[in-house]
């Protein structure tokens, strides 16, 4: 079906099998994230939401089950493939910033265009409006070490949409501001995300933010279920 963005079927993933270490973190996860929604996802520590977001942007792969992004299942693909679905497909953001410190705000998010073939010119044109878009404009010209932590993380939002992917992974994208701060950097992201058909999923520990998603699934015990 063209309109699920990530569908994951029956994903199951152990670490260390069959050692006195081992640990089963996912047992059969399944979910489809439709295009133009935005789901949070809340586990608590440790519940493996980093390994099923690794997973869901290919970053990982599963003991069984698929993985499959805007209709192409990933299952048996190689590197080049996995890499060339997850450049032009999904855009991640994590609870820290890593952005690359030798670069401006515009060039970090310029250059992963520059990377997919995009003019430069026209890469620093989606990049200041990316960056106006989040109220960050005026600190294009800045490294990542002279800007707070939450135009960090705006600047990072425009990274990862910076190639207009289908999907958003997020691992507790605000995670680290308090929580005035990481409610208007949530405001930016959805700044961004409006009208784009953009499908995300993000972890997160605040349920006011997850509130205000469309939905709200919950990790425990290896599956996915509706929170409560
Ligand atoms: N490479 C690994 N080898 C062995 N065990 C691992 C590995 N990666 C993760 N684990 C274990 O798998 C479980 C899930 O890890 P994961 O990082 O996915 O959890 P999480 O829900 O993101 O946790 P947190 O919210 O604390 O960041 C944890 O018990 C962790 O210790």
């Given at each position: 079906m063209n309109d699920v963005t990530l569908r994951l079927s029956g994903i199951e993933k152990t670490y260390l099998?069959?050692?006195?270490?081992?640990?089963?973190?996912?047992r059969g996860v399944d979910l489809a994230l439709r295009a133009g929604e935005m789901v949070a996802l809340v586990a608590p520590s440790g519940a493996g939401k980093s390994t099923l977001l690794h997973i869901a942007g290919l970053l990982d792969v599963p003991d069984a089950g698929a993985v499959e992004i805007a209709g192409q299942d990933m299952t048996g693909r190689g590197d080049r493939a996995r890499t060339a679905v997850r450049r032009q497909d999904v855009g991640f953001v994590y609870q820290?910033?890593?952005?690359?410190?030798?670069?401006t705000a515009l060039e970090n998010v310029t250059l992963p265009q520059l990377a997919n073939g995009v003019s430069e010119r026209a890469a620093q044109a989606r990049a200041m409006d990316l960056l106006t878009r989040v109220g960050v404009a005026e600190r294009a010209?800045?490294?990542?070490?002279?800007?707070?932590g939450g135009e960090q993380q705006r600047v990072a939002f425009c990274r990862a949409l910076a190639n207009a992917p289908r999907l958003l992974l997020a691992d507790e994208?605000?995670?680290?501001?308090?929580p005035a701060t990481s409610d208007k950097v949530f405001d930016a992201l959805l700044e961004l995300v409006r009208g784009t058909g953009l499908s995300a999923l993000i972890a997160t520990h605040n349920m006011d933010l997850a509130d205000r998603m469309d939905r709200v699934l919950r990790l425990e015990d290896g599956r996915l279920t509706p929170a409560a």
């Open positions: 099998p069959g050692t006195p270490g081992e640990v089963r973190v996912l820290f910033h890593h952005l690359l410190p030798e670069f010209g800045h490294r990542p070490a002279a800007l707070s994208p605000t995670g680290n501001l308090d």
